[in-house]
């Protein structure tokens, strides 16, 4: 008896629970049952960005009645992420694209080329940096556009600067070694400092490739070799040092601990700094310059799933995001640099924005193991076990592929 | 179990010879049943995928799927891949140095804790410690430890960046996972260790064998399941190095290729590359070149059991 009543007591609450899901279910539904709901996704870079990112969705959600966004942050490993999800051909309509790995999703045929809608919506494209916007076009087609970015700037220790008698951060590359050595020499560093961190990373020295005139598509010419050898020799003259050599994990926390009184870092040092070295004096100036100007464009794009169903949608939400009035509502905070000429950034921004015009997209074909060789072969050249010529070797089969 | 066999034959021998046959059948139904669940999940989980990796390794395969066949093609990329190569290298040299660390580190551990001393458990507990812990967690704390200003410089001095210096930092992975791993190693040999009878001690004892000579004489042979079974899994374990080598190198491998794994290689190729042909043909190169070693090692070490 007892057992029946459990069992049917049991029984009804399953069927008020599965009539309570269904009935809430209905209302979720009848709330968009007009709207189209497309969804949006990136990584994460914090909570604030994450935030600003929602409320951004909400605002377009109560502007465009007919689309419902739903915007979720992939944690881990995105690339990883979105790789699975690609090929589960269940990619979000509308998501970040790293400049980087650009070149690799459309070879792999799974964005969607936007010219058609380009044409049709009269988007004008040529409000963007032209070097941020080559990063997401191939050929003819644009793959998308670039949300925001960063180039690379000189930033200093100012008090060790003015103990060093030094005025101004330094412009060209014969007062980045003047500097250096006036540092070393002023006994201002503390012990187990050097004048400049230098990473062996190609996405620092690539920015003084271009700055002797040298590129990617002409990796083993001598003014790649000139500049590949400016970069390394500050290093092997005791000027520079990397940051494992300082003992820390990038060049940031170098400035930050003073142990380094130059380093070339992005807009992401800027909070970085405010956040965990308040007490050290930065000064933020332009990239230095070699023979020209020359900087890298670290960018990320809005771009559409070719899988997506609802392509008009994604087009909609896409081309406001990265329209004048998603860009200026995105810069409000200051968290990156706009790409679009018409676009304000906050102030304390100058030193950035000046590099818009001679930036070039950090990105290339076969970018992992490219760039693996050339993290790599970098430290093999700083520590002398490798040629420069050689490393440029391995560089250019590499991005043959 | 003895005495449900004698039923279950009693049984049969009364149900006749006829039944007999039926009888036996009828068994081998419900045991293929209890299999069934277990093999359907392995079938699913591992037979399905290395033959469908296999089958991979033998065409140009994108994020989308099969692009088109190109026969043996992507086991010539990676053997052509310096890359490649240089990861093999490595492992090599890793694995032959740190499964012998850890089996001497393991046993050494496993002898003092079978000694009658106070407080074994505790000191059992603790040796075995590292090995519960993440191994990201870990490497992130050696990370610091082994850092141009880390702990270990304070130490012994000097300003080496263990992990950034292509001549230290897969040593310092294998010091790493030697202290990590040895405690799972001493479980194994602490349970060999008590299983060898106190009789052949005693019979030692009473000859006046000399506890070096015990050791090496009674003790060590006697081990030998431990040492195959510790040899084969943690040589397996340690040729399958990637998460170590992934975080001290940011994925890249480095300082100078001195921490690519092919594990590693697979991985960047795949999800990295979106080059899954060249990654699959690295998977079989791996599971082809572990399946002979244990065959190797079962012929040499393991002879004895397997007979």
């Known amino acids: 008896m007892r057992r029946a009543f459990a069992v049917s007591a049991a029984l009804l609450s399953l069927a008020l629970l599965t009539l309570v899901v269904v009935a809430s279910g209905a209302q979720a539904r009848s709330e968009h049952a007009q709207a189209t709901t497309i969804t949006l996704s990136g990584w994460s870079a914090g909570k604030v960005e994450d935030d600003l990112l929602q409320t951004m969705v909400n605002d377009f959600n109560k502007t465009h009645p007919a689309i419902h966004v739903d915007y979720s942050v992939i944690n881990g490993d995105y690339a990883t992420a979105m790789t699975a999800r690609f ?27 936007l010219n058609s809608y380009i044409k049709a919506s009269k988007f004008d494209t040529s409000k963007f940096y032209p070097g941020l916007l080559n990063a997401f076009k191939f050929g003819k087609s644009i793959y998308g556009f670039p949300k925001d970015w960063s180039p690379l700037a000189t930033e200093i220790n100012v008090k060790m600067f003015r103990q ?21 020499a002023s006994g201002v560093l503390p012990a187990g400092a050097k004048p400049i961190c230098l990473p062996p990373d190609w996405a620092r020295m690539l920015a003084f490739i271009y700055q002797n005139k040298g590129s990617l598509a002409n990796v083993q010419s001598p003014a790649v070799a000139a500049a590949v050898n400016f970069y390394v020799g500050l290093v092997k003259q005791g000027l520079a040092a990397t940051q494992q050599q300082l003992g820390v994990g990038w060049p940031g926390e170098a400035l930050g601990k003073e142990k ?3 380093v070339f870092e992005g807009n992401w040092l800027l909070p970085y700094m405010h956040d965990t070295f308040p007490q050290v004096l930065m000064g933020v100036s332009p990239m230095v310059k070699g023979k020209v100007n020359g900087n890298l464009g670290f960018t990320v794009s809005y771009s559409m799933a070719k899988d997506s169903k609802n392509k008009a949608a994604a087009w909609t939400l896409l081309s406001w995001l990265t329209g004048k009035v998603g860009m200026t509502k995105w810069m409000s905070l200051g968290l990156a640099l706009p790409s679009r000429t018409d676009v304000k950034a906050i102030g304390g921004r100058k030193a950035f924005l000046a590099a818009g015009p001679f930036s070039h997209g950090w990105g290339f074909p076969n970018f992992t193991a490219t760039y693996t060789i050339m993290s790599n072969d970098l430290q093999a050249v700083m520590n002398g076990s490798m040629t420069t010529a050689q490393m440029l070797s391995d560089v250019a089969k590499s991005l043959k592929g | 179990m003895a005495t ?24 081998a139904g419900w045991g293929y049943l209890f299999v069934l669940l277990p093999m359907a999940v392995f079938g699913l989980f591992f037979i399905y995928p290395l033959v469908y990796g296999i089958y991979i390794s033998f065409f140009e395969w994108g994020i989308l799927g099969k692009v088109h066949g190109v026969g043996t093609a992507n086991y010539h990329t990676i053997f052509h891949d310096s890359v490649f190569r240089r990861s093999i290298k490595n492992i090599v040299e890793y694995t032959v140095v740190v499964v012998p660390l850890e089996m001497a580190l393991g046993l050494l551990i496993a002898l003092v804790i079978n000694a009658k001393i106070r407080g074994r458990a505790f000191f059992r507990s603790s040796f075995y410690f590292p090995s519960l812990v993440s191994s990201a967690a870990i490497t992130a704390i050696f990370i610091y430890l082994l850092n141009a200003d880390g702990l270990l410089n304070a130490i012994i001095g000097g300003n080496r960046a263990w992990f950034g210096d292509p001549s230290t930092a897969l040593w310092a992975i294998v010091g790493l996972n030697a202290w990590t791993t040895a405690g799972t190693v001493m479980l194994f040999y602490l349970a060999a260790l008590q299983s060898i009878s106190t009789d052949v001690y005693e019979a ?70 979106a080059e899954f042909g060249p990654a699959a043909a690295a998977g079989v190169v791996m599971f082809v070149a572990i399946f002979l070693l244990t065959l190797f090692q079962r012929a040499t070490v393991g002879r004895s059991e397997a007979g």
């Open chain 1, 87 to 113: 090929a589960a051909r269940n990619a979000p309509d509308v998501f970040y694209v790293d400049s980087s790995v650009a070149p690799t999703w459309v070879k792999q045929g799974v964005l969607q080329p």
């Open chain 1, 164 to 184: 060093a008698g030094i005025r101004t951060a330094p412009r060209t590359w014969a007062q980045l070694a003047a500097d250096a050595k006036k540092l070393a």
């Open chain 1, 260 to 262: 380094a009184a130059i």
């Open chain 2, 4 to 27: 449900t066999t004698t039923t279950a034959s009693e049984s049969l021998r009364r149900a006749g010879r006829g039944s007999l046959a039926g009888a036996r059948i009828r068994e």
């Open chain 2, 204 to 273: 030692a004892a009473v000859d006046g064998t000399g506890t070096w000579r015990t050791f090496w004489r009674i003790t060590f042979p006697l081990l030998k399941p431990a040492h195959f079974f510790v040899l084969v899994v943690f040589g397996i374990g340690a040729l399958k190095l990637f998460d170590q080598s992934f975080i001290v190198s940011s994925g890249t491998g480095g300082p100078v290729y001195s921490t690519y794994t092919p594990v590693l290689y697979i991985y960047n190729t795949a999800f990295k590359s």
